[in-house]
């Protein structure tokens, strides 16, 4: 059942500290800032429970959604037209077998130790929501890192701005200090670290890669430099194109976590033979 999931420290942790970031944030920070019964206060609180919500909706997606697995059925199409005979094409099906799982695989697929499977154009294992990060879920955790970005900055700016304006001269004022300082240095560096993750996955969706991809295509480079050629990823087809396969062609609907209807059955992509 899907919602065994849930069953897992990390994600436990997750929800813990969502919900303590949400409290301290709006009951805290910004009512002692601004006072949650002024106009600016129900307008910041409505904002940062909406983008708390998409986040926390977000990260139920990447949950429950299954990354994508190899149909049972599957077997790929060997267009081998240097080999004529049986024994090169047998050798060819045996290259496109996974060692763990005897099973094919798929262009762009990996073999997850985790979830002791084959994964659909996989990107990585991530322990934070218990889940493969594959073909099938990839736009909800891009949207998932997004949404919790931005909720986390707008969180330290709040509470940033709220110390700054706060008066300091009263009695147990170092305890107050000290709660002010952790919480902040707490928020400040999952900014800084989500926002490189987001930046890191924005640059892998213009390029349409994956993480895995990213270090297999500097190994590539690499050998291909040796022997003084030039390495280009097979499915980057340009940053817009890029940007449509994986978050969809409709714009507004790029962060919405469900909007998956472009998704195709991940068994074969466009590459940039074909657009060339």
Known sequence: MELKKFLSIHI???????????????????????????????????????????????FFVCVLKDPGGVPFSYLPDVEDHE???????RSGLL?????????YKPPRTHHCRICQRCI???????A????????????????LIF???????????????????????????????????ATGVVLIGLSLTLGTLLGWHIYL?????????????KRAAWLASKSGTNYHHPYDVGAYKNISLVLGPNMLKWLCPTAVSHIKDGLSFPTSREYS
């Open 95 to 103: 290259k496109k077998k996974c060692d763990k799982c005897s099973e």
């Open 12 to 58: 436990l942790c997750v929800l813990i500290f969502v919900g303590f970031l949400y409290y301290f944030t709006i009951f805290i920070f910004l009512d002692d800032l601004l006072s949650l019964q002024s106009s600016a206060g129900k307008f910041h609180s409505f904002f940062f429970t909406f983008m708390a919500s998409l986040c926390v909706f977000s």
């Open 147 to 181: 949404y919790a970005t931005i909720a986390i900055i707008y969180s330290s700016v709040i509470l940033v701005s709220d110390a700054i304006h706060k008066d300091w001269n009263f009695d147990g004022v170092m305890h107050l200090k000290l709660f002010y300082i």
């Open 120 to 126: 659909l154009r996989m990107d990585h294992h991530c």
């Open 128 to 143: 934070w929501i218990n889940n493969c990060v594959g073909h099938r879920n990839y736009k909800a955790f891009v949207a």
């Open 83 to 89: 080999a004529s005979d049986q024994e090169s094409k």
């Open 205 to 217: 969706t213009m390029r349409n890669m994956t993480t895995i991809e990213y270090y297999e295509a």
